[in-house]
């Protein structure tokens, strides 16, 4: 199983090289190259420092989630390769849409302490994925990503094109593909060739995110010639919520409340707690569902 990080972690990576001498294995030195993989296919560069005799090292600053593979590969004095995993997991705390602090006061324990913070946890994990779930998931969640990601979209229509949530505009690509062949060959200047929408989002200081990416200045998406064409617009950006916003918050808060006190029902969780299974927002979460609702994406949206 390879080691496990969270997004924002430093991975420490070491090689040894060693040659028989005299029927023994001895440490020496060689030329030494590293490269990494991360999950979108790419080689970030990495920089090795030979820290002292047949040791070498790397410290990787991985900025996806996912699975990142290297290579060690060793030449000169001695010729020997070396390949490994790890996982790099998005930061949990960062996904939370509400804290252990908020839910403790919701609880009557801000002064106490007297809760498990593990249990607490739980429940507001639980209860943001059911808020993503009942959004439209996974379209629609409302952390933002640490880094710029790649995605790419089929468009129907010549002028707007709607995409995943934006929640910021630093590392925004916007780049087409005309010839429908693969290839995004045209990159687009924001104000020039499109604009963001809604407009003004980003004005008013609170939460915000960009749905959808509007043609100006004589520019036309490449529009497909039957369904099932290739994708021809490529967005690079920072997927999500500029942050959460404070309905959803409140609204996480309500349903982790329940999740956790559930607990003290008797039969109302019999698989014990923290093993909710699929937590759902229902009819029941009336004043959930109320403050949800002007962030669901209508059903056909995609």
């Given amino acids: 199983m390879p080691a496990t990080y969270?997004?924002?972690d430093s991975v420490l990576l070491t090689f040894t090289v060693k040659i028989l001498v005299g029927g023994v294995l001895t440490l020496t030195n060689a030329t030494v190259a590293l490269t990494l993989t991360a999950p979108d296919g790419t080689h970030p560069a990495a920089s090795v420092s030979?820290?002292?005799t047949g040791i070498y090292q790397a410290t990787v600053a991985p900025d996806q989630a996912g699975e990142w593979?290297?290579?060690w590969v060793a030449t000169g004095a001695a010729t020997t390769a070396e390949d490994g995993a790890f996982l790099v997991e998005p930061n949990l705390a960062g996904t939370l849409y509400a804290t252990v602090?908020?839910?403790r006061a919701g609880l009557g324990d801000a002064d106490r302490l007297a809760l498990d913070p593990g249990q607490l946890e739980q429940a507001l994990r639980s209860a943001s994925r059911a808020v993503d779930d009942w959004c439209s998931r996974p379209l629609r969640r409302f952390w933002l990503d640490p880094v710029a990601t790649i995605r790419t979209y089929v468009t129907r229509d010549l002028w707007c094109a709607r995409v995943d949530d934006i929640g910021s505009s630093t590392g925004l690509v916007v780049k087409t593909d005309p010839a429908a062949d693969g290839t995004f060959t045209e990159t687009w200047t924001i104000g020039t060739d499109f604009q963001l929408e809604p407009l003004n989002a980003a004005g008013n200081g609170g939460a915000y995110a960009w749905t959808r990416i509007v043609a100006v200045g004589?520019?036309?998406?490449?529009?497909?010639?039957?369904y099932g064409q290739r994708p021809t617009l490529q967005v690079t950006a920072r997927h999500g919520w500029s942050?959460?916003?404070d309905p959803v918050r409140e609204a996480t808060l309500l349903k982790a409340v329940r999740l956790y006190r559930r607990k003290d029902v008797p039969f109302g969780n019999e698989a014990g707690f923290g093993e909710f299974g699929p937590v759902r927002i229902t009819r029941e979460d009336s004043d959930v569902v109320a403050l949800l609702q002007p962030y669901a994406i209508p059903t056909g949206f995609a």
Wanted: hydrophobic share 25%.
């Fill in 243 to 245: 942050q959460v916003p």
């Fill in 218 to 226: 004589g520019r036309t998406f490449p529009y497909p010639l039957s």
């Fill in 101 to 103: 602090g908020e839910m």
């Fill in 6 to 8: 969270d997004l924002g």
């Fill in 50 to 52: 030979n820290t002292s």
């Fill in 69 to 71: 593979t290297f290579r």
